[in-house]
């Protein structure tokens, strides 16, 4: 799923940066992907499928297990989270956003 390169949205307000760190064979990413691809719809979020099997992308100190969900490069769950957990994190103010 490619993500967008643009760090701002329409508004000028930062983009949130959200990634899923997945891998061949993990039994619970095929929830975590149903979940992203939900929220990846959104024009306000950049937001990345990192398979790490796949990927030359460096994987961040924090990700040591699969699936993985980071937003502004902070993990926010390990495992999947619930679809109200998400929305929540994602309703609060970008890094760098006026609060």
Do not use: H
């Not at 100190?61 to 390990?78: E, I, W």
């Amino acid at each position: 799923m490619p993500g967008r390169n643009c760090t701002t949205c329409p508004l000028g307000t930062p983009m949130k940066v959200l990634r899923l760190y997945v891998q061949d064979g993990c039994p619970s990413c095929r929830a975590a992907l149903e979940v992203f691809e939900r929220i990846a719809e959104r024009s306000d979020i950049d937001a990345r499928v990192i398979d790490l099997g796949l990927s030359c992308d460096e994987k961040p100190d924090a990700v040591f297990a699969v699936p993985t969900f980071t937003l502004d490069g902070q993990v926010v769950s390990l495992g999947t989270p619930s679809w109200d957990e998400i929305t929540s994190l994602l309703a609060m103010p970008a890094r760098g956003a006026d609060a």
